[in-house]
């Protein structure tokens, strides 16, 4: 089917105690493996292109194979910016066909991030498409674990989520809830009480970052306290490096790219599919599909009333 948006999907997600899984790829066969998977397991599904996966691959050669490949599959995919930290990113990544947004303004001040983060929510708007705004900070583990004091300094607190949601008009909101970005070992465990407290105050739905580091029974039990997004990355680039490596340190003469690319991929799909399943997304296609169809017929049949 015809990309769609992440706004039905996601507040159908957070009405409906489950939470999509938005994953991140940087070639071909990663975007083809979370389509295959989400197909398989009869789950919406999110592809993210980030800024550095744009300066990869390039934004217009993206959009169109997730297009392409979202048009084979029966369930909704969406083509979502991820991370767009450079105004022009975000201008790009829509001229270009993406079907979401995200602003990451969380390097601003809070008056700087909410003043650039309405400015392009308004642009979006205009174009259809919605915008993921960030609230706090989730900070970057790259360089290895945090400590409690530093993931700490970092948390989104209600009150600046209920603010800024109000100020700005994002869609959704990703918030610090004690995760972070590019963690190769799943050991965090998330802030439950702060995304209860989030959540009650905030009308929109929630997202989750830096997922790859969070132990799998925190990410349920954050689920059923309402984070409706869940970021993988660096899941998947394991899924897809390890199942490369093995391939090639144990056939040393294998030179034929189709060999260890579908080996990789095979992975990154059985990855995603396992994610998936966590979220309580599987078997959730139609009941958005249902959603996506009404509204685009009312849409069309301006102003009428809802047909069922
Ligand atoms: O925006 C992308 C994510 O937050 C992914 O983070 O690499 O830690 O899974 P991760
Ligand atoms: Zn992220």
Request: aromatic fraction near 6%.
């Amino acid at each position: 089917m015809p990309l769609v948006t992440s706004k039905e999907m996601l507040v159908y997600a957070r009405e409906n105690g489950f939470a999509v899984g938005a994953f991140n790829a940087y070639n071909m066969e990663m975007v083809q493996a979370i389509i295959e998977a989400a197909e398989e397991e009869n789950a919406p599904v999110i592809v993210q292109i980030s800024e550095g996966a744009i300066a990869y691959g390039g934004e217009k050669s993206f959009a169109a194979l997730i297009k392409v490949l979202a048009e084979e599959v029966t369930v909704p995919v969406v083509c979502h910016l991820d991370h767009g930290v450079n105004f022009f990113t975000v201008i790009k990544a829509l001229k270009a066909g993406f079907t979401s947004l995200m602003f990451d303004g969380s390097s601003l001040t809070f008056e700087e991030n909410i003043e650039k983060t309405k400015k392009i929510a308004e642009i979006a708007h205009a174009a259809g498409i919605p915008l993921e705004g960030e609230i706090g900070k989730i900070p970057d583990a790259a360089k290895g674990p945090l400590s409690p004091e530093e993931v700490k300094k970092y948390l989104t607190t209600p009150e600046e989520a209920l603010e800024f949601y109000e100020k700005t008009g994002v869609d959704s909101l990703a918030i610090s809830v004690g995760s972070a970005h590019r963690m190769k070992v799943q050991s965090v465990q998330l802030d439950i009480d702060r995304i209860v407290r989030i959540k009650e105050k905030v009308k929109i739905p929630l997202v989750l970052h830096g997922a790859s580091g969070v132990m799998d029974e925190s990410l349920v039990q954050a689920v059923k306290a309402g984070i409706s997004k869940v970021n993988f990355a660096t899941e998947l680039n394991k899924a897809f490096t390890y199942a490369l490596r093995k391939e090639l340190s144990n056939n040393p003469d294998l030179v034929d790219v189709r060999k260890y690319g579908a080996t990789a991929r095979e992975n990154v799909k059985k990855t995603v599919k396992e994610k998936i399943q966590l979220l309580n997304a599987t078997n959730k296609a139609p009941d958005i599909l249902k959603i996506i169809n009404k509204r685009s017929f009312t849409r069309e049949n301006k102003g009428g009333a809802t047909i069922e």
